[in-house]
Structure formats: C-alpha cells, structure tokens
C-alpha cells in the first residue's frame, strides 16, 4: 500500500509566498516522477509542475518563473514553492507520485491541500 500526502496550504494575500510538501510512504521500491496538479472551482484539474527521477522539471506556463519544484529523493518527499501568488493560483493542490512496487508501476494520488489568494 503506498500514501501520497499533502501540506502546505492556506490563505495567502497576492504576491505571497506558500510551500507545499509531499510525502509518499509505503511500500515503495522506486519513484520515477513526482508531480503537482491543481483544480480551480469549475476548472479540470491541470498540471502545474512535475519533476523525474532524474531531476528534470516541466513547468505549466501560467507557473513558470514564480513556481519551483523540488525533491527529496532519500526521503520520498517532493516540494513545490510558490512565489509572486497570484489569485487564479486559488486551487486545491494535489500530489501525485509515479511509483514502482512489488505489484508494478502505479500512479497514486493525495488528497489535495486547498490553496487561497485573496486580491
């Protein structure tokens, strides 16, 4: 069984600062990608940033120069820095780790940490 959890969010005022963490746990052989999506009220859930195993980031536009990922490999643990927010940042924000176990490979997800930015 593996867990995927969030933490991080909140209410932020724009041009704020938040940084979201990401722990998967269980029973985990490897991890080959972590990523962070976001679904705005109305809106489908859509990429904001992903990073591999081997450190490669892909950013969503609307992100990029304002957003970093980051991760923990020895941990588990991915990050996602949020700098400059905007209000159309006001999201819940979910994790989602590219796992390998002794089943195979699977996609697991948390379950979302609600993001916040007032004007």
């Known amino acids: 069984q593996v867990q995927v959890v969030e933490s991080g969010g909140g209410l932020v005022q724009a041009g704020g600062s938040l940084r979201l963490s990401c722990v998967a746990s269980?029973?985990?052989?490897?991890?080959?990608?972590m990523g962070w999506y976001r679904r705005a009220p109305g809106q489908q859930r859509e990429l904001v940033a992903v990073?591999?195993?081997?450190?490669?980031?892909n950013y969503a536009d609307s992100v990029k120069g304002r957003f970093t990922i980051s991760r923990d490999s020895v941990r588990d643990v991915a990050y996602l820095q949020m700098n400059s927010l905007k209000p159309e940042d006001t999201a819940v924000y979910y994790c989602?780790?590219?796992?390998?176990?002794?089943?195979?490979?699977?996609?697991?997800w948390g379950q979302g940490t609600q993001v916040t930015v007032s004007s």
């Open positions: 269980g029973s985990i052989f490897s991890i080959n990608a």
């Open positions: 989602n780790a590219d796992v390998f176990t002794s089943l195979g490979r699977s996609d697991y």
């Open positions: 990073i591999t195993g081997g450190g490669s980031t």
